[in-house]
């Protein structure tokens, strides 16, 4: 906790910030449109590896439990005290899965999404051998390729996890994360639906076969206001929107053709000038070991806002540029300048933790306790 008052503009850079008036808002937007959806939200941690805001999000409610991407990230949670964890990706080495049980032990319910026979055979003598029943989930492709059994041999997947002796099988998952930052929403929400449709058939298959099952978990924060369409999905695994990123705000969503609107920039990076040397730009501290950067959503300022035209370029590993449009003042050496990243996961992995911030004041700081957890 901070004791003397402290401002924004105090704190040393490059450095990561929460608006916790932003976030907060985030997190009852996303319930409220998932809760009168008749939805339940299981948000991924993956986006901000911080087992605060994991906690903020769970008290906001309407959840049904918590994603990890990663085993070690899930015993971060579960050793916090995080009681309803699935793993998003498959967990196939002997390290891990011997983690993800030591894991369960701490938890009421841990899932791990399975997609191949072999593994199912492997994960269910492992839990034999430990006595243990575990909680998967079918990983279904939304061809994509990336993870998950295709969409014609699910069932089968399926109907072969309930004749184990050591999984229960909950349900279905598929993300589809190539339909996430499809620009034009119409595009995004066509191609949603008819993956999420096909998805859709496979779990009533499940159901009218008697697997037992009811989970369908899904979608990101592209397809939020879509996915909820389809009445099977009984959940959304939704990361970014409790703090947003520039990837996002640059898509159409469905009252604006040219900006994603839904969600608040609640994350921003603070960065100092640090050379004004030159006529048309100045160099920031803020390169890539502070600040995610993709060329076709570049970090926007939000201090000063990006309206005056003022744009970051990447300028090394250390240092970020300040484009100044001509006829425009250079902020002066020392400045600081506020940013949205372009994506917001990897930009807070860079950082051991984030100030809170409310009204300018800093408040707290909070440990990005999840952060480095790639195993
Ligand atoms: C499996 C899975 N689910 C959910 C999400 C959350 O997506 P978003 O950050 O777009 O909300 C991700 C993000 O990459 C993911 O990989």
Redesign the pocket.
Known sequence: MIKSTVFKNDLDTPCLVLDIELFEQNLHTMRDHAMSAGKKLRP?A??HKCSEMTRRQLKSGNCAGI?V?KVSEAWVLAQSGIKDILI??PVTTVKKIEKMFDCATLCDSLIVVVDNFNHVDFLNAEAARRKNILKVLVDIDPEMGRTGVDFANALELGKYITGQSNLKLKGI?C?A?QV?HISGFEERRDTSLRLMRHAAKVFNQFKESGLGCDIFT?????T?DIDCEIPEMTDL?????CVMDSE?FQLGSRDNPNRFEAFQPALTILSSVISVNQDNFVTIDAGLKAIYYTPEAPPLTINPPSQQGWRYDWFGDEFGRINIPAGQTKPALGAIIELCASHC?PTINLFDSIYVVRKNEVIDCWAIDLRGRCQ
């Open positions: 991924h993956k986006t994603c991407a998003t990706s998952q993300y994360g996430q899904g979608t990101g924060t592209g939020f695994q939704v990361g970014s929107y996002y996961d």
